[in-house]
T-cell receptor, first 115, second 109 residues
Framework: DAGVIQSPRHEVTEMGQEVTLRCKPI?????LFWYRQTMMRGLELLIY????????DSGMPEDRFSAKMPNASFSTLKIQPSEPRDSAVYFC?????????????FGEGSRLTVL | AQRVTQPEKLLSVFKGAPVELKCNYS??????LFWYVQYSRQRLQLLLR??SRESIKGFTADLNKGETSFHLKKPFAQEEDSAMYYC???????????FGQGTTLQVKP
């Protein structure tokens, strides 16, 4: 298994543009998490899904952020419009057992730079 | 409120010296705590969990409920231990895994 796969690995865009980050969780895992990593705040949980259903999106910073999980093998995190303060590394992680365990398997991250 | 605090952003030690990475938590209930590690150019990965009471790569961590701490320790640091370390708290109520801000460990030769 290749593990959690994220794309793109790097994205540079201009303020106001739409950004879409993608994630393929590990096959058989039924929980999926999106985190944002910055120097100032460390790792912040944005949203997580159980069985493709969003359970908690209280960490999503504003309405400009949205996430979907149309099926068990794919999720997207969208920022529209993007702003320079959105620059960060965005991680996707998956877990078996419906989030009943704290063991997450992380992707390599998508580094976003908004100019 | 559920919170994890890692007071040190950077910890720098010499090879062979003891290491202690501090972690304090706030949680009303029975906590489930973890340490994750991110080596340079690698994914964030689980290092150890308090429930296993195991030693991984020479690291141990003991849950101290009285002090609400879960410090990570190693008696003799190695250069390959240089990495970013995150303490994390799993909430059984919400299913969330909450991370501290992370500590960069730098082991100098």
């Amino acid at each position: 298994d290749a593990g959690v796969i994220q794309s793109p690995r790097h994205e540079v865009t201009e303020m106001g543009q739409e950004v879409t980050l993608r994630c393929k969780p590990i096959s058989g895992h039924n929980s999926l998490f999106w985190y944002r990593q910055t120097m100032m705040r460390g790792l912040e949980l944005l949203i997580y899904f159980n069985n493709n259903v969003p359970i908690d999106d209280s960490g999503m910073p504003e309405d400009r952020f949205s996430a979907k999980m149309p099926n068990a093998s794919f999720s997207t995190l969208k920022i529209q419009p993007s702003e320079p303060r959105d620059s960060a590394v965005y991680f996707c992680a998956s877990s078996p057992n419906s989030g009943n365990t704290g063991e997450l398997f992380f992707g390599e991250g998508s580094r976003l730079t908004v100019l | 409120a559920q919170r994890v605090t890692q007071p040190e952003k950077l910890l720098s030690v010499f090879k062979g010296a003891p290491v202690e990475l501090k972690c304090n938590y706030s949680y009303s209930g029975s906590p489930e705590l973890f340490w994750y590690v991110q080596y340079s150019r690698q994914r964030l990965q689980l290092l150890l969990r308090h429930i296993s009471r195991e030693s991984i790569k020479g690291f141990t961590a003991d849950l101290n409920k009285g002090e609400t701490s879960f410090h990570l320790k190693k008696p003799f640091a190695q250069e390959e231990d240089s990495a970013m370390y995150y303490c994390a708290l799993h909430s059984s109520n919400t299913g969330k895994l909450i991370f501290g801000q992370g500590t960069t460990l730098q082991v100098k030769p």
